[in-house]
């Protein structure tokens, strides 16, 4: 493996660098969470075993993103940055596919606690909705990794966008439950939340379904051609 390519010069270079200086940071940010939050809890026995989850959670989806930062690969197009066996896409689907469920079980057990403790239903119901939702677009991926047919990222991003409008409804629900810095917490969150919808909906989910759309065309005008080539001439 060689790094000559990684000059300022080379945009690719630059962005596998942002890429890998953002995960470091957020690897560091991690541990330092997690010295606080041990810290914190060793006086509330009761929740242990539930920030030891949450840390867990967190480790899976920080150091699962940040794998895929330092190694990158185009799932769908089998592009790989590095020629290493951790660059299959096996090991990259299968990094992403815990990282993202993982992520998105701590929304639902953050919902799920804030419900609790508003009492509010709607809140509850998400909790339950988001998991199974991204374990269905995670299928979906998967699909789309096995048969290259970028229906699946479509399906699957399309998916996320729901799940995180759902998500959006639930905190909007509790923002006006709460003052001071959670209340701000949760602001954030709402934005947060609306940048990413914003993303899937505006630029994700419409790139794939072009990708796919232009894959059906090319297929079709190939199975088109073949059939006029194996046609015999009328005489």
């Keep these: 493996m060689t790094f000559a390519w990684v000059t300022s010069s080379n945009p690719v270079a630059v962005w596998w660098l942002f890429l890998v200086v953002v995960s470091a940071a957020n690897v560091t940010l991690w541990f330092a969470l997690r010295h ?5 809890s060793r006086n509330l026995r009761a929740g242990m075993f539930r920030v030891e989850l949450m840390i867990f959670l ?13 190694l990158p690969r185009a799932d769908v197009q089998r592009i790989a940055l590095f020629d290493t066996w951790l660059s299959s896409i096996a090991v990259g689907r299968s990094v992403a596919t815990i990282a993202e469920i993982c992520f998105v079980i701590q929304w639902a057990i953050v919902l799920r606690q804030l ?7 709607t809140v509850r119901n998400i909790s339950k909705i988001i998991v199974p939702l991204i374990v269905v677009a995670e299928c979906c991926s998967w699909y789309a990794v096995i048969t290259t ?17 759902l998500i959006a409804v639930a905190l909007i629900r509790l923002l006006g439950e709460f003052r001071g810095l959670a209340r701000l917490g949760l602001g954030a969150a709402i934005a947060g939340v609306s940048f990413y919808l914003a993303f899937l909906v505006v630029i994700d989910v419409p790139m794939y379904f072009a990708r796919w759309q232009e894959e059906w065309r090319t297929a079709r005008h190939c199975s088109s051609c073949s059939r006029a080539c194996t046609t015999p001439p009328h005489v």
């Design 36 to 40: 606080h939050l041990r810290n914190a």
């Design 58 to 70: 967190s480790a899976a989806y920080v150091f699962g993103c940040a794998f895929r930062s330092v």
């Design 115 to 121: 419900g609790d403790m508003v009492k509010s239903d």
């Design 149 to 165: 047919n970028f229906l699946g990222n479509t399906v699957e991003n399309s998916i996320w966008a729901v799940a995180f409008l």
